[in-house]
């Protein structure tokens, strides 16, 4: 009698290469998974936020924390009226919305947006810096309207310390921050 279940032994495909390079003394060759995004023009993206006037209404660049290593983790907070005490509260009047659709105490929601966890992931700080550069759009409509209703906690770069480094997955510890969630010191 025939099994209806196939039980064959998993196929594993593996692909090797050779690189030659014509490499003059004293040259340096790096290969890169993806594209190399810097903790510096993270830096770089900030400053230039912070210099554009129309984004200080809406955009507070704080510190999250010290890393391992002494590094700022860059944190930042979007919504409308960011730089006021209470920014949790819906103003009708200051964010040009009809009274009769808001209450003044209703509480905006709040997302957290976390980017480059695993150092190696650069890819995903380009999608962070092009979403940070949507959310705080002077112009952008939709992003107008979704700052009067969320407030947007950001950290754009998790470890800072494996970025520098050039690490893939760790921090300077050592640990993948991924594993260490449910057990944080």
């Known amino acids: 009698m025939s099994s209806i279940f196939n039980f064959r032994k998993p196929v594993f495909y593996q692909a090797s290469f050779t690189l030659d390079f014509n490499e003059e003394q004293g040259d340096e060759v790096f290969i890169s998974y993806n594209f190399p995004y810097s903790f510096s023009r993270l830096s770089r993206v900030l400053r230039k936020l912070k210099a554009q006037k129309s984004n200080h209404t809406f955009l507070k660049e704080t510190i999250l924390c010290p890393s391992l290593s002494g590094i700022d983790v860059p944190y930042l ?4 009226r960011v730089n006021q005490s ?4 819906i103003d009708p009047a200051a964010d040009n919305i009809p ?5 003044k105490q209703k509480k905006k929601r709040v997302v957290v947006v976390i980017g480059r966890v695993h150092p190696g992931e650069s890819n995903s700080s380009f999608m962070m810096e092009g979403f940070i ?7 952008n409509s939709v992003a107008i309207e979704l700052r009067k209703r969320i407030i947007f906690r950001i950290i754009p770069i998790t470890n800072p310390d494996g970025v520098i480094a050039g690490n893939y997955r760790v921090s300077m510890s050592g ?11």
């Open 77 to 80: 907070i979007v919504t409308t």
């Open 86 to 89: 209470n920014y949790d509260c």
């Open 133 to 139: 550069k949507f959310i705080t759009s002077s112009t």
């Open 99 to 103: 009274k009769d659709r808001v209450c």
């Open 175 to 185: 640990n993948d921050l991924n594993r260490r969630y449910q057990s944080p010191h």
